[in-house]
């Protein structure tokens, strides 16, 4: 399987928020665990402003789109990102890649 497209950029900002929250979260939320990726990837936006969206999108926002369509229609059967908007995209599609960066962390600090 391919890496997703910026992975390791995302898995940093994910290793960044668990520097800053981890304690935070498993002394005030007793569900940190199941609650991991909300925190770390709903709760603040990824990308912020239209320019900065686009650059990071680069060659590869049609790409980033078919993912978002694809794991949209398969989780809520219809797809709700406004796929116009640049910042929507890349805020979206941290989202679903944090999701998997999130279950590998959780995989490998079952006992964190």
Do not use: C
């Amino acid at each position: 399987m391919n890496t997703p497209y910026k992975y390791e950029e995302i898995q940093s900002h994910f290793n960044n928020y668990l520097d800053e929250n981890l304690e935070y979260l498993k002394e005030n939320d007793p569900h940190w665990q199941d609650d991991l990726h909300n925190h770390a990837f709903n709760t603040d936006y990824y990308i912020i402003g239209r320019y900065q969206a686009k650059q990071w999108l680069g060659d590869n926002v049609f790409d980033v789109i078919d993912t978002i369509k694809e794991y949209e229609q398969q989780n809520f059967g219809e797809v709700t990102t406004d796929l116009s908007e640049p910042e929507s995209v890349v805020n979206m599609y941290a989202y679903i890649v944090g999701e998997e960066v999130v279950n590998n962390w959780l995989d490998k600090n079952a006992n964190a």
